[in-house]
């Protein structure tokens, strides 16, 4: 079965420092990678995802993920982080050899960009 | 609007009511899911349809939750006997099928159950 651990519950980092959410996972196959943000009263949104190819996927708002197959790790990061960048993030990992749909979240780690 | 919609946003209940949530996805999407997200937690799988067919449910989904999809359009949850534990936020998302099947979901704003 698959697992997503995301061992930070929450991160702190000042405005224009670069930001690193860590993200580790655990499937018998290959993974299918996601990251999502979630703001106060808002529905889940999609940033970034890895599939295949590369290693480094770039999503929106300037995000980025680094797949590392041997560390079973996808982190999240971005260069310069924005206060309004501030929210929760979810880390979320499908087994691509299943067939099956289900994607399965991590416990979501809260991003504190202080000015 | 074109996002995924869910109604009622908020229902309070009382142990042992029914509910039911409804889900629009976005109207091109052949594939809806519904999750469940309670405090501290990530969104936890229930269930998936592509199209019509609800074609994986949780093992762990208890009797009472049922869902439909009728017309391969809007999603139906119900949950009968509703219990304290059943107080969750229920999430619908939506994605399109593609060659790989990578599509990523689209969430709606979720339905708040409040079960006293």
Known sequence: AQSVAQPEDQVNVAEGNPLTVKCTYSVSGNPYLFWYVQYPNRGLQFLLKYITGDNLVKGSYGFEAEFNKSQTSFHLKKPSA?????????????????????????TGTRLLVSP | DTGVSQNPRHKITKRGQNVTFRCDPISEH??????????GQGPEFLTYFQNEAQLEKSRLLSDRFSAERPKGSFSTLEIQRTEQGDSAMYLCASSISSGMNTGELFFGEGSRLTVL
């Open chain 2, 30 to 39: 052949n594939r809806l899911y519904w999750y469940r997200q309670t405090l």
């Open chain 1, 82 to 106: 924005l206060v309004s960048d501030s929210a929760l993030y979810f880390c979320a990992v499908r087994d691509a050899g299943t067939g099956f749909q289900k994607l399965v979240f991590g």
